[in-house]
């Protein structure tokens, strides 16, 4: 009875120490008396134990290795430390288990020794300014080369670039001196903006001032001509109503009866009114018969 219980604890033990729960996101591989045998994907399995063993514990997330600064030297022999950051991914859990002895090192190793090679054809203002095509040389060599490694790369990218000190100072000045330069044009392009638009205002309105002028000029010779229109038309109208007056008076007389001298006499009162005053002489023909004829006229329009 007690070899029983003691087989059947054994059993238990045995079946205690088979069971393997994998964890989502890893891969077990599985080694059965130092050879492999197979890879256990998440979830509940069972293997042989003392005859079967865990190799190794693959993490199967994508995963970030950030390797430290690497001397380069550019085309134009300038020394500098980059740093560059790989984002890689276990595709094969057997060949990352057995393909390299330690696959970080040697992603590292390969990195730095692509970067040397791939700055080395470029000069330092080249490096500077091709990050993306040296990332994307990168990491079509360093993909290529980690595929017997059980790797997929999936990104590659240069951290930092740290060129020597006396060339940072270098590159510094000249970038100050580009502000400086940009800055200097920016002024000078405000202030010939600035002299334009003064220019066309005071030009805008020195044409607003002449045609001001000219209106002004052209509204008071208006009014000019309009006040003597207006005097000559007064004067016309004071001329023709002494005429009148004038020949309605001289009908009277000659209505009342009066003679000749006395017309004559009144064609001489005439004469002075018609001058308004302003004249400082009358002129009185010295043919009489003149004046006999302006009563004569008079005495046609009495008749009338």
Do not use: C
Not at 58 to 86: C, G, H, R, Y
Not at 120 to 139: A, P, V
Not at 154 to 173: D, F, G, S
Not at 220 to 235: D, L, P, T, V
């Amino acid at each position: 009875m007690e070899y029983f219980i003691i087989l059947g604890v054994i059993i238990i033990v045995i079946l205690i120490l088979g069971i393997r729960i994998v964890p989502e996101s890893y891969a077990y591989v599985v080694e059965r008396l130092g050879r492999y045998n197979k890879v256990l994907n998440p979830g509940l399995h069972f293997i042989i134990p003392f005859i079967d063993n865990v190799r190794r514990r693959v993490l199967l997330k994508e995963q970030v290795a950030d390797f430290a600064p690497q001397p380069v030297i550019t085309k134009d022999n300038v020394t500098m430390q980059i740093d560059s950051v790989v984002y890689f991914k276990v595709s094969e859990p057997r060949l990352y288990t057995y393909g390299v002895e330690n696959p970080i090192m040697a992603m590292e190793n390969l990195t730095a020794t692509t970067l040397r090679n791939i700055i080395g054809d470029l000069t330092l203002d080249e490096t500077l300014t091709s990050r993306d095509r040296i990332n994307s040389q990168m990491l079509a060599i360093i993909d290529e080369a980690t595929d017997a490694w059980g790797v997929k790369v999936n990104r590659v990218e240069l951290k930092n670039i740290q060129p020597p000190t006396a060339i940072r100072e270098a590159m510094e000045k000249q970038m100050k001196a580009e502000r400086e330069k940009r800055a200097a044009i920016l002024t000078a392009e405000g202030e010939k903006q600035s002299m334009i638009l003064q220019a066309e205002g005071t030009k805008e309105s020195a044409v607003l001032n002449a045609e001001a002028k000219k209106q002004a000029t052209i509204l008071a010779a208006e009014a000019e001509k309009e006040k003597e229109i207006k005097e000559a038309q007064g004067k016309a109208e004071a001329i023709r109503q002494i005429h009148e007056a004038t020949a309605a008076g001289l009908k009277a007389l000659k209505e009342a009866g009066a003679d000749e001298k006395v017309l004559r006499l009144k064609s001489l009162e005439t004469m002075e009114k018609v001058a308004d005053g302003q004249a400082t002489k009358i002129i009185v023909p010295s043919d009489l018969q003149g004046i006999a004829g302006i009563v004569s006229s008079i005495k046609e329009i009495g008749k009338d």
